[in-house]
């Protein structure tokens, strides 16, 4: 089984969530956005990997807040579509805190 990690920056690591995917037999594959050369300007345009190809997808916190496009939203608009895409193939999605924020147009999508 295969779980993606989406960590938007360095200081939000799986930690203890991603060793018990692993204790459950996960090989996990960890996708960081934001690295520490741009944590201080996030707004990176992203290289997500294809959501729908991992059995589970679980996407951590971050220090800043979803709704704000003007400082995160190159990335946010694109991993919030690709959420979306995972969710319509079945993909399940947990998400921590930001990671959560992002959940809510998937289920306000419903």
Excluded: K
């Excluded at 990997?49 to 709704?67: C, E, H, K, N, V």
């Amino acid at each position: 089984m295969e779980l993606l990690v989406v960590q938007h920056d360095p200081i939000s690591p799986p930690g203890a969530i991603g060793r018990r995917f692993e204790d459950h037999g996960y090989n996990v594959t960890l996708h960081e956005i934001v690295g520490y050369d741009n944590f201080e300007t996030p707004n990176v345009v992203p290289d997500l990997p294809s959501f729908t190809q991992f059995d589970a997808i679980l996407t951590m916190g971050a220090r800043w807040s979803a709704y704000d496009h003007d400082t995160v939203g190159n990335w946010v608009v694109p991993e919030i579509a690709a959420l979306r895409e995972a969710d319509a193939a079945g993909v399940p999605v947990l998400g921590i805190c930001f990671g959560g924020q992002l959940q809510q147009p998937l289920t306000a999508a419903r």
